[in-house]
């Protein structure tokens, strides 16, 4: 009689084994769509494979992007059409804060160099900032110590103090990164959280004043780092984005492009990726599911998800949501950035830019802001007399042989500017002879020659949004598995702060599937736990 007992004890087991089993591998993946393939994107899904394999919930992500490449506004173009030097058109550097993007840099086996490694190194200035009339300030490729000393003599104890502003100010931001505060619902209750409404709520010339910092530094030093990062003056830009274009300490950029950080993620994420694929809708259907309408090779497709992710500002996308958001993001006013790489066998004029002795060169990195008693206010047209944001000489390269003269060095350079350059500024920094003044007004750099001008690339950007004195920011959700990263634009515009965002977005979501009480409406507002306090 136990043998029986026994036997169909086992018999039991095994057969509830064998369901348990086939319920586990007969699960329906979690299906998601992430709209967009840059950093905020691809974090995403990167993320998402991550808690999947943790939770061992399954997952199928798909990622559209409308572009022909990955990585968002982080994209090189190769000079010379040759991948032998390629260079970075948009987003070019990260610091060593910058957790997200340093550690998937590592393991995803990328080789980072410091920022700047491939400049000339001719000159042994290496950045100056202009003011459209002279040097108001140089930093030189020398000892730490004089670069330091040549700051306090001129501008007093002003570092220090930005530099210990900017270090609290990064503290109180990094603790987003970690419970109870991670993940957050809310990027409005986070910051209030952490202290950091003080600092989005006061233009940057007004936190500086308030934090005794001079408004000559300022307007010399801080406001020149603005103007590169983000194309606006102090009074336009709020104190938190200030002090982030500040926290420069290990600057770096990975071998070949920072996209590749974006393209690891997502083939570590095994994801479905989809470019050349514009959404155009998103319908909610009876069952709660999402059903995405995209159009690729000029034929229009459907496909329904569990989850959608707009990875994006929104009010670029062209969506068409039915029903209408709970939330709509504000609308907002970007940048429009234009960016000129070219390659030139000249040097930048010095006399240009105001140096004339017999062995002054320029700067290798040209910054620039206003001149002192030059008040632009809050526009949005803040570029004043030096007519640009930057120049910067990236690097040498050698054309492929075509003629006699192509065995030397040409110097490539890229240009931030809010228009696009013409060929009468292009002649007048390269010190070039203009054929006459009538044949030049209206020509670009497409109308010099080759033997001044060896190759060039144009692209016009909204890489950023004009980064206004705010204290509330946008949800993560806006409708019921409806995701947004956007949000975050307005309150940092980095890649790391997308990759965070993305990070966030996919760890509320996995959250929602592993319990879905810890993340319903009326928990807390910046955080999917009932119990966790701030």
Known sequence: MMTILHSLSVLYVAIFSLIALATADDAAPKRVAVIGAGAAGAS?????????????????????????????????????????????????????????????????????????????????????????????????????????????????????????????????????????????????????????????????????????????????????????????????????????????????????????????????????????????????????????????????????FDEVVIAGPLQYSDLAINPPLDIVPDEIPYVELYVTLF???????????????????????????????????????GVGPAGFWSISTLQTAKPRRSSAHDDQDHYVYKIFSPEQPTAEFLRSILGLNADGAASTANQTIADLPKSDVSWFHEKIWNPYPFLYPRVTFEDTELSSNIWYTGGIESFISTMETSALMGHNVATLISQSWEDPIDVDVGDDPVVGHDDTEL
């Open 44 to 304: 995403t899904a990167y993320f998402l494979r991550k808690h999947a394999d943790d939770s061992e919930i399954p997952v199928n992500v798909t990622v559209f992007e409308r572009a022909s490449h990955v990585g968002g506004r982080s994209t090189t173009v190769n000079v010379f059409d040759d991948p032998v030097y390629p260079v970075e058109l948009g987003a070019s550097i990260f610091v060593q804060v910058n957790e997200h993007l340093v550690n998937a840099s590592r393991d995803l086996g990328l080789s980072a160099r410091s920022a700047g490694h491939a400049r000339p190194r001719e000159s042994v200035d290496t950045i100056g900032i202009w003011d459209g009339e002279q040097f108001v300030f140089i930093l030189q490729d020398t000892y730490s110590w004089w670069n330091i000393g040549k700051l306090l003599w001129r501008y007093g104890w002003a570092p220090v103090r930005t530099q210990r502003l900017m270090k609290a100010t990064v503290g109180k931001f990094l603790r987003l990164y970690d419970e109870p505060l991670f993940p957050f619902r809310s990027l409005s209750a986070a910051a209030e959280a952490v202290g950091l409404l003080d600092t989005t709520a006061a233009p940057g010339s007004v936190y500086l004043d308030q934090n005794s910092v001079s408004p000559e530094f300022a307007r010399e030093i801080i406001q020149a780092s603005t103007r590169v990062n983000y194309g606006q003056n102090l009074p336009l830009i709020h104190g938190l984005e200030a002090m982030v274009c500040m926290a420069t300490d290990g600057a770096m950029a990975i071998e070949g492009g920072n996209w590749r950080i974006f393209d690891g993620m997502l083939k570590a994420a095994k994801a479905n990726v989809r470019a050349n694929h514009a959404v155009t809708s998103i319908d909610r259907n009876h069952d709660h599911s999402l059903t995405v309408t995209f159009e690729a090779n000029n034929a229009e497709q459907k496909q329904t």
């Open 343 to 381: 390659s030139s066998p000249h040097r930048l004029l010095p006399k240009y830019f105001g140096r004339t002795g017999p062995d002054d060169q320029v700067p290798e990195t040209v910054l620039t802001t206003l001149p002192e008693g030059t008040d632009l206010g809050s526009s949005r047209q």
